[in-house]
């Protein structure tokens, strides 16, 4: 095996795996099911006093 094929190997795994795991990323993100979770950690760097906080659904 030369270096070239092992640079081609690992540039073509490499870039698999960053697509693969960038389509991962978007989907967790962007699910229906992520909102609530999502707006809780926003307004969890907000002081507490100045914004009411919802029941917790689950």
């Not at 990323?25 to 307004?43: F, T």
């Not at 906080?53 to 689950?58: C, F």
Request: charged share 20%.
């Amino acid at each position: 095996m030369t270096h070239e094929t092992l640079v081609y190997i690992a540039k073509t795994f490499g870039l698999l795996w960053m697509m693969a795991f960038f389509v991962v990323v978007l989907l967790r993100a962007y699910r229906p099911g992520a909102r609530a979770r999502h707006d809780r950690a926003a307004r969890s760097i907000l002081v507490e006093a100045a914004i009411p906080q919802p029941e917790d659904p689950r």
